[in-house]
């Protein structure tokens, strides 16, 4: 099993990114899959999920609004578009998928 993420980086605030998680070694459309955060010292957080189908969404109050996950079981991979990024969206976001974690993916909202 392998959960890569990528789309991390240096927005200011206001501004957009997109994140991507490629999971392969599992049958992706059979599984939910999530997106969670954590920034040092803090406990690592649910951001957003998503059902097997991509029918079923949910969202961490902290982003609903911001955020849209989305699943494309064509392509294997999960994507989080993120909008209106702010400060504390600083952090490290994971992808998770069948008990499994991606390696992570650094997003610094800074001007």
């Known amino acids: 099993v392998q959960l890569v993420e990528s789309g991390g980086g240096v927005v200011q605030p206001g501004g957009s990114l997109r994140l991507s998680c490629a999971a392969s070694?599992?049958?992706?459309?059979?599984?939910?899959m999530s997106w969670y955060r954590q920034t040092p010292g803090k406990e690592r957080e649910l951001v957003a999920e998503i059902s097997s189908t991509g029918g079923v969404t949910d969202y961490a109050d902290s982003v609903k609004g911001r955020f849209t996950i989305s699943k494309d079981n064509a392509e294997n991979t999960v994507h989080l578009q993120m909008n209106s990024l702010q400060p504390d969206d600083t952090a490290v976001y994971y992808c998770?998928?069948?008990?499994?974690w991606g390696q992570g993916t650094q997003v610094t909202v800074s001007s």
């Open positions: 998770r998928g069948i008990g499994r």
């Open positions: 070694g599992f049958p992706f459309s059979n599984y939910p």
